[in-house]
């Protein structure tokens, strides 16, 4: 061989030993690897187990006596026995043919306890959780349960809460667990921002809300924190009141809650989208059921072409032509509106569509959460009965009867199929509230001086709807002491029936030179006539006292004086569709009513009474005109009409003039005497001042006008002069921090020279 040859067979014969050689040790060390994946087990032992079995241990494990040892199934054996959260720590190792299995048990929960929870109870706090007594310790389940108890805190208001648990190890593999709570300051609302809003001030729409901003006399509330489902209802009431106000594109962009940096309150703001005002146009109604016309539904109807869209009066309207369509016997009815919305003309047609529904029975009605109310309470407030036709309509009346208890916090109403296709259950789910109040007042007006008051009520009397009420009040003038209680539904019946016992005792030495007082009971029951439409009879019992008269009282107070015993039966009607009953801004109100008095006792009379009043929103709903008119009269059956029965004119029913300040008097002494016939009409503007809506400030101007006169007693040293008074003034309405304060000041402007005015007049009430 040539020396290049020679050289390349010795480069090829060191290449062939160096792969020999790393084949060899590549074999080598392989060999005890595949001897130990491939060793079958003698033995699984399990070490440092101490409540568990060994067996049930080794249940868990995908290895076992008589296989192959392999690291594969180790590794998922360990992970079924951490997923098991029964241990802390857990190991498998080989030992020849021996697998042994070590174990940590995590420790057992011995005792669970709460440190530092003054504002939310243990009970609470322990239903929220998941970890017990007995159950087995895992730091995921505490910091689960951490988190549940901060969101409790959370539920309630208070934002800064920390949560920190402990644990105190005890012999025999125990822990006693405790969570050791920071409650921090409640996490009030600081401000409630509204954009967007152009035709409603803010003062408004937070009249229409749920959430309220913090204030410190809000002490007894919980509205004004924090609550993401409280912030979902408001939404919604958002677009109901400006549905009904006729934004029919009315939608809430965002409603965001800002917590600030030191986490002590919440900015809320509400950016919405007003869209423009709709009105009414062509209103139809179109009927599937040939043997109803169309025309004959028309009555039913309460949309009326031309006015402003509202969404209520179209719900109203379905229920109405439902329910006369049940009493015709056609149970399985749809009622649904056709909408039309004309964009350029701002107007939406409705069609209200009559269809055949689908013919499905009430199986079932099941009610939960009532821990307190009895069932029965909410069932006779359900439209709706186990064995009736289903109509969805009946359905939503009856979830808005029961939220119109003021029982619950919350209501809902749902459905699912029954036992058969023709059949559905009804589930009622409701999260009672407290229906006890508490109030102690204070106040101060012109008229009555300082007075206080205690209250104590209970709107549903151990669960069965029924209200109790005491109270007490204490002025400079007068003091009183009543009783009332109402049965909603007596005999079963949508008839209320309650009663009355009171005590009074007013003094008028400066009036009228006596003091009176009135003791007696009320038995009385109210109904509904129709919608809107309420009837109430009562009859009333009353020992009347007229003493402590003055030394120079005149004749016919003197001839009044002692005690009479006035038996009375009487009813009133009332017929309301006012939008808001504090500050209405659309809607009228008449009441009429008559009391006789003769079924037994010392007076005999007839008395009837009747008031009309009207509000017109003027601009928006910023600037509302009211009118209205009061008045009454009685005469004796056969005598004269007694001092106490008359009726007094001035003060708060006829402002500019003082209390009992008009109508007959005796000229000697200035006594007011009263008189048996009056009325007072009223024209009053109400508007906005200026000042922020926060500050919950109104002004108003009004012209008051009426006459009190006619008296039985001719004694020649009384004057009555039936002539018309007036009296125009301005006045204010504040909603302060301690209670809503009105003052009014007021010229007569046709007046006679024994009148008695009063320029300025100041009332206000609180309570707390």
Do not use: H
């Not at 008074?725 to 009014?744: C, D, E, K, T, Y």
């Amino acid at each position: 061989l040539s020396a290049q040859g020679g050289g390349n067979l010795r480069v090829f014969l060191l290449l062939a030993v160096f792969a020999f050689a790393t084949l060899s040790t590549v074999l080598t060390a392989s060999q005890p690897v595949f001897a130990q994946s491939s060793a079958i087990i003698s033995e699984v032992r399990v070490e440092g187990n101490q409540r568990i079995e060994a067996d049930t241990i080794r249940s868990y494990l995908l290895i076992s006596v008589g296989t192959p040892y392999d690291r594969s199934r180790v590794d998922r054996s360990l992970k079924a026995l951490f997923n098991t959260g029964l241990f802390a720590d857990v190991t498998i190792r080989q030992e020849g043919d021996a697998v042994i299995v070590n174990v940590v048990e995590n420790p057992i929960i011995n005792r669970l306890a709460f440190e530092g929870n003054q504002r939310i109870e243990d009970e609470t706090l322990t239903a929220e959780i998941q970890l017990r007594p007995r159950i087995v310790y895992t730091r995921a389940r505490v910091q689960n349960d951490v988190q549940r108890i901060i969101t409790v805190y959370r539920r309630s208001g208070r934002f800064a809460a920390t949560v920190e648990p402990k644990v105190i190890l005890l012999p025999e593999n125990r822990v006693d667990l405790v969570f050791e709570i920071n409650e921090g300051e409640e996490t009030g609302i600081k401000k409630i921002r509204f954009f967007g809003n152009d035709n409603f001030s803010d003062s408004q729409l937070l009249g229409e809300i749920s959430t309220e901003e913090t204030r410190w006399y809000n002490f007894l509330s919980d509205s004004d924190t924090y609550d993401p489902d409280r912030l979902t209802f408001d939404r919604e009431l958002l677009r109901k009141f400006y549905l009904s106000k006729g934004y029919a594109d009315f939608r809430v962009v965002s409603a965001i809650a800002e917590l600030t940096p030191d986490r002590d309150g919440f900015f809320i703001t509400f950016a919405v989208e007003e869209g423009p005002k709709y009105k009414f146009g062509a209103i139809d109604v179109k009927s599937e059921i040939k043997d109803i016309s169309p025309e004959a539904l028309f009555e039913q109807v309460t949309t009326i072409e031309g006015e402003t869209y509202n969404a209520d009066k179209i719900e109203d309207t379905i229920q109405k032509i439902t329910f006369e369509l049940g009493k015709l016997g056609y149970a399985f009815v749809n009622v649904r509106p056709r909408i039309d919305r004309d964009r350029e003309n701002l107007t939406i047609a409705v069609t209200y569509e009559v269809n055949k529904g689908p013919r499905v029975y009430v199986e079932r009605i099941n009610i939960t959460g009532n821990v307190r109310t009895l069932d029965y309470v909410i069932r006779r407030e359900m439209k709706l009965a186990e064995g009736d036709a289903f109509n969805t309509a009946l359905l939503r009346l009856s979830q808005s009867r029961v939220r119109g208890l003021d029982f619950f916090e919350k209501v809902e109403v749902t459905q699912e199929e029954g036992t058969a296709p023709d059949k559905t259950i009804i589930n009622v789910d409701v999260q009672e509230k407290s229906t006890g109040e508490l109030s102690v007042g204070a106040g101060f007006s012109t008229t009555e001086s300082v007075s206080a008051n205690l209250q104590i009520r209970e709107r549903n009397l151990l669960g069965r709807g029924q209200d109790l009420r005491f109270g007490i009040s204490v002025g400079a003038q007068s003091q009183t002491v009543d009783i009332g209680f109402t049965e909603p539904y007596f005999l079963d019946r949508d008839l209320s029936a309650g009663f009355d016992i009171f005590r009074t005792v007013r003094d008028y030495q400066d009036e009228s030179g006596y003091d009176l007082e009135r003791t007696g009971f009320v038995l009385r029951s109210g109904f509904p006539i129709r919608e809107n439409v309420r009837g109430d009879v009562f009859y009333s019992l009353v020992n009347e006292k007229i003493d402590n008269l003055a030394s120079n009282a005149p004749v016919s107070i003197q001839k009044a004086s002692g005690e009479y015993l006035i038996s009375s039966v009487g009813y009133t009607i009332t017929i309301s569709d006012l939008d808001d009953t504090l500050f209405p801004t659309t809607g009228s109100k008449y009441t009429f009513g008559q009391t006789l008095s003769g079924l037994g006792g010392d007076v005999r009379s007839l008395a009837t009474n009747a008031s009309y009043i009207r509000f017109f929103p003027v601009y928006e709903n910023d600037v509302v005109l009211s009118t209205g008119i009061t008045g009454g009269y009685i005469f004796g059956l056969g005598e004269d009409v007694i001092l106490a029965q008359r009726y007094n004119v001035g003060g708060r029913n006829f402002r500019g003039f003082d209390n009992r300040g008009i109508g007959p008097r005796d000229i000697a002494s200035g006594d007011a005497l009263g008189g048996n016939a009056y009325f007072v009409a009223t024209a009053e503007l109400r508007f906005p001042v200026g000042l922020p809506d926060e500050y919950g400030v109104l002004g108003r101007t009004f012209l008051d006008v009426g006459t009190l006169t006619t008296i039985d007693d001719n004694d020649p040293g009384i004057v009555d002069d039936p002539s018309i008074r007036a009296a125009v003034g301005v006045g204010l309405n504040w909603v302060s921090p301690f209670g809503p304060i009105q003052i009014n000041v007021a010229v007569p402007l046709l007046k006679e020279d024994y009148d008695k005015e009063e320029i300025f007049q100041l009332d206000f009430g609180t309570r707390f």
